[in-house]
């Protein structure tokens, strides 16, 4: 009998630290003390001595099994914190702002029209600032609420211009130059809460948001004209049309009075979920998983349709350049108001994401694949690809810093950031080398090399 129960007890020990080693956390207490006290049973039952050293040896490798460690990618610093976030930059695809700062400017119009991308020069400006409110409980639950407001906006002039620019045209040969520009702003609230279940983390965002405007040209024609008899001429004409929340003639009439008043506001709110599931791979390593998924758009009523055109002429190429040629004339089309539902929804975004922390807490490897869609839904999406690459490290959680290399919404974004830490209040600020052009983004072609800047602050405990 009593080798049959050694026997038994060979082959159970390792199943159950094997399953201990592989998932503590799903131990509780009372099994745990319910498994020992069986244990201590039969060794009572045996009266070897070998026998007993076998069990008491089993018993203090079980006494020494913990449950394993939850690791999570974004390890929370406080309990409660309240706070704020802002990231603002401006950038294009070719003029770099160590250039532009410098104090004599040389400009090489040819250099520009050779060097220039096909589709000419673009530009991107993007703004986001979150107010936020989160708790963090030790038993792995996370609920936040957040609010702010998220614009993006992009423009492109063709490559004509700077081709005429840097080698001018033939006699009476038209140059014509093309162009656009796309803008949307929105106002949010979002609530989050995360939560670990059999190990894995799992988040859910639902967000509320309502759209405030949205920009573009509904044309952009443009022409430069070489006349036989040495007179030069320019003319731009842009149409362009601004969807919104609010009522836009009184804003044209200069009047700001009733601009956000709500019960003038004419608009539906959209809703989207953001998800996200996380899983330790390896000690070291872990992944995550995670979508903003549209479901339902917002809209705004209230439309105005305007126009503005410039024309410019000088009897030659030198009086254009002295500036004595004929008057420069500006005229701005009238304004058309009226009522038309225009419908938009937040970009679409998923991808994955890996974190890996060799040598502890102190220092993470962060890296994302993802893409995103804008104008989900519509016969206007567009598709993008993301990533993301970074290092993060601190000094016992007080003093950190972190280096990124990105390409989100469109632009090239290589960002250096520091963090001070004080338990109850935290600062983060971080500064960015942008551009749509990843060789002249690393080179400071964006406000973000100098003056675009992510701010953000923590209070709590």
């Not at 040896?57 to 914190?81: C, G, M, S, T």
């Not at 959680?397 to 004080?422: D, K, R, T, W």
């Amino acid at each position: 009998m009593k080798k049959i129960v050694l026997i038994l007890f060979a082959f159970l020990l390792p199943a159950f630290v094997l399953s201990a080693e592989t998932d503590g956390s799903d131990f509780a207490a009372g099994s745990l003390e319910g498994q020992e006290d069986a244990e201590l049973s039969a060794a009572s039952d045996i009266s070897d001595p070998l026998a007993e050293d076998s069990v008491m040896d089993a018993e203090a490798e079980l006494e020494n099994v913990k449950p394993k460690e939850k690791k999570r990618i974004d390890i929370p610093r406080r309990i409660f914190e309240i706070g704020f976030d802002a990231d603002v930059g401006f950038s294009n695809n070719y003029f770099a702002i160590s250039e532009l700062m410098k104090r004599e400017l040389e400009i090489d119009l040819r250099k520009i029209a050779d060097e220039i991308d096909k589709k000419g020069l673009s530009f991107d400006i993007n703004f986001l600032s979150d107010f936020f409110m989160n708790l963090n409980l030790k038993n792995g639950v996370s609920v936040g609420l957040s609010s702010g407001i998220e614009t993006s906006g992009n423009g492109t002039i063709s490559k004509e211009l700077f081709e005429f620019l840097g080698y001018g045209n033939e006699l009476n040969e038209k140059i014509s130059v093309s162009g656009n520009l796309d803008s949307n702003l929105f106002a949010y609230a979002k609530t989050d809460v995360a939560f670990d279940i059999k190990g894995f983390r799992v988040s859910v965002g639902p967000a509320v948001f309502f759209p405030v405007f949205h920009v573009e040209t509904t044309k952009f024609d443009s022409h430069f004209l070489n006349k036989s008899d040495g007179a030069l001429e320019a003319a731009v004409s842009i149409g362009y049309k601004i969807n919104s929340c609010m009522p836009l003639e009184p804003v044209f009439d200069g009047d700001f009075s009733d601009l956000m008043r709500f019960n003038n506001m004419d608009y539906t709110v959209g809703f989207d979920l953001s998800t996200s599931i996380e899983h330790q791979i390896l000690n070291t390593l872990l992944g995550r998983a995670y979508m903003r998924l549209p479901i339902v758009p917002g809209s705004m009523e209230n439309i105005v349709y305007s126009s503005v055109e410039m024309r410019y002429g000088a009897d030659d190429i030198f009086d254009m350049m002295k500036n004595e040629g004929e008057n420069l004339t500006f005229d701005s089309g009238e304004n058309v108001y009226g009522k038309e539902r225009y419908w938009i929804s937040r970009p679409f975004r998923t991808g994955a994401e890996i974190a890996w922390r060799p040598f502890g807490n102190w220092m993470r490897f962060n890296a994302l694949l993802g893409f995103g869609v804008k104008y989900p839904w519509t016969e206007d999406a567009k598709a993008y690809v993301e990533y993301k690459a970074s290092v993060e490290t601190s000094i016992f959680n007080v003093i950190g810093v972190n280096f990124s290399s990105a390409y989100l919404n469109e632009v090239f974004i290589h960002q250096a950031g520091f963090m001070l830490n004080c338990r109850v209040l935290e600062f983060d600020f971080g500064v960015s080398a942008q551009g749509a052009n990843f060789k002249k983004s690393c080179l400071g072609s964006g406000l973000g090399s100098g003056l675009g800047v992510y701010t953000g602050l923590r209070i709590g405990w």
